[in-house]
């Protein structure tokens, strides 16, 4: 059974930095584009970006780019969404969830990790 | 490429039947789908390129259309069926969203 857990909720002040993860299992982790999703409050999707476990590809949405940092470590099926300095513009749910093979669509999900971003 | 979904907003009733329309700037060949997402919860995947279910799905959700629209339609409304659906095109970078349409009861 493929399962996509994230981990847990955060608060941090502006200026932190902050690393989310995404841990995949059920299926050969390598094998599947990973892809990071915001949501801010009571606001609609946004996609960040993407990364291929197998080799640590990256796309990126220019919107995103040069905002968050995207990787993987394979030794532990984990998929990584980063910040160096966080604002408070950054508060919002972050998804991650897999992308099929053929259609490129999202067919697994993560429950979502609610990063909260205040001084 | 820019995804217009209508309506923003839907009163509908158990039983109806209701449509939903996504409309791209672009064509998308086709690779667009549709998710499902209640409150507090993740996107939930329904139908990919355009009109394939996916499985699990219950089959009075269907999806159509080509090229740059596309619609969603739900048979008859079911009381777990409200929710707020996206439509999302997967054909080039970056990926986007439709805005949302959040179906409510009546």
């Known amino acids: 059974e493929v399962q996509v857990v994230q981990s847990g909720a955060e608060v941090k002040k502006p200026g932190e930095s902050l690393r989310i993860s995404c841990q995949s299992s059920g299926y050969d982790f390598s094998d599947y584009w990973i892809a990071w999703v915001r949501q801010m409050p009571g606001k609609g999707l946004e996609w960040m970006g993407m990364?291929?476990?197998?080799?640590?590809?990256?796309r990126y949405n220019p919107s995103f780019q040069g905002q968050v940092t995207l990787s993987v470590d394979k030794s532990v099926n984990s998929a990584y969404l980063q910040w160096s300095s966080l604002k408070a513009s950054d508060t919002a749910i972050y998804y991650c969830a897999r992308q099929s093979f053929g259609s490129d669509s999202f067919d697994y999900w993560g429950q979502g990790t609610l990063v909260t971003v205040s001084s | 490429i820019q995804l217009t979904q209508s309506p923003s907003f839907l009163s509908s009733s158990v039983g109806d039947r209701v449509t939903i329309t996504c409309r791209a700037s672009q064509d998308t060949n086709n690779y667009l789908a549709w998710y499902q997402q209640k409150p507090g919860k993740a996107p939930k995947l329904l139908i990919y390129v355009a009109s394939t279910l996916q499985g699990g799905v219950p089959s009075r959700f269907s999806g159509s259309g080509s090229g740059t629209e596309f619609t969603l339609t739900i048979s008859s409304l079911q009381p777990e069926d409200f929710a707020t659906y996206f439509c999302?095109?997967?054909?080039?970078?970056?990926?986007?969203f439709g805005q949302g349409t959040t179906l409510e009861i009546k």
């Open positions: 990364v291929y476990p197998g080799d640590s590809d990256t």
């Open positions: 999302q095109q997967l054909i080039a970078y970056p990926y986007t």
